[in-house]
């Protein structure tokens, strides 16, 4: 059975209840608080989990983040490689969140950004050729991370959130998977005429730019895809009354990739992914939004 290792962000979240989101100058009282432990690399890692997968999470907190090593823990993530900083605070995302359901995100960095290659090549001495390596762009020297995962042989799964123009740089053609929704595809593509590319053309035009890589597009109520070379897999979002999609990508992400790795074809993968995906967004908070398997019916 194939491990995975989610190296990857810890973040306590901050969500505040909004009517809209806050402009510049205003001052806007919010009707609800509440603090979640999140983070895309603990979301990832946790919807991992859920899924049925083995996993073991890697990333650094400072000495304010034992919630989130408890919350991956009563998760089953096993937590041997989160490192404890004790000059740095743990990450943080201030959530604006509306009564529709979407959201507006700050995020502080903190100890995520804090990664170093010692501490890579440590971890990664742990696993091996057909292991998963999870990524999301929340910590430092991922380029680093995806260079020395594939020298071992390992599956490398990435999702370019938040994206940032560096993204560009990485060594993405070494990458098997990339997992992405509609705005982190149009920055990716580069093109002068990718915010005015249909979302089909946009999909298209990232394909032939790496070929090799299999493609997970998320386009929120209209569904998702995945392209691979010639081959070409719609799923339809599953209606429910969404109140809050945080971690609805993570979800999906965490399912797809641990479908995958179960040996359920491309097409079995995106529908497990997208029922896991509905659930979520119908719960409030990031990680305790995700479902367990067995409410999937599967």
């Known amino acids: 059975m194939s491990k995975f290792l989610c190296f990857g962000s810890l973040n306590l979240d901050y969500t505040y209840r909004v009517a809209h989101f806050v402009g510049a100058g205003e001052t806007l009282a919010a009707s609800q608080v509440k603090t979640f432990c999140g983070g895309k690399g603990l979301n990832q890692s946790i919807a991992l989990a859920k899924a049925g997968a083995q996993v073991y999470h890697a990333g650094s907190i400072g000495t304010d983040g034992a919630p989130l090593v408890e919350a991956l823990k009563a998760a089953n993530v096993n937590t041997d490689f989160v490192s404890v900083l004790e000059d740095e605070k743990t990450g943080h995302a201030i959530i604006q969140n509306m009564e529709d359901g979407e959201n507006g995100i700050l995020l502080f960095s903190g100890a995520n950004r804090r990664i170093t290659t010692e501490q890579i090549d440590r971890v990664l001495e742990h696993f091996e050729s057909g292991d998963f390596l999870v990524l999301q762009n929340e910590i430092n020297h991922i380029a680093y991370l995806i260079e020395q995962a594939r020298k071992k042989g390992m599956f490398i799964a990435f999702t370019p959130a938040p994206m940032q123009q560096e993204v560009k740089h990485y060594p993405l053609e070494q990458t098997d998977y990339i997992l992405l929704n509609e705005t982190e ?86 529908e497990t992914a997208a029922k896991a995906a509905s659930v979520c967004v119908t719960r409030q908070g990031a990680a305790p939004s995700i479902p367990e398997l067995e409410e999937l019916g599967e």
């Open 185 to 270: 595809a149009r920055a990716l593509a580069a093109e002068e005429n990718a915010q005015k590319m249909s979302a089909v053309d946009l999909m298209e035009t990232l394909s032939q730019m790496l070929p090799q890589v299999r493609f997970v597009f998320t386009l929120g109520r209209a569904g998702s895809v995945y392209i691979h070379n010639q081959e070409r897999v719609f799923q339809s979002a599953f209606e429910v009354k969404a109140v809050d999609t945080t971690a609805a990508g993570d979800t999906f992400a965490g399912y797809f990739l641990q479908s995958i790795a179960a040996g359920k074809s491309p097409k079995q993968a995106m």
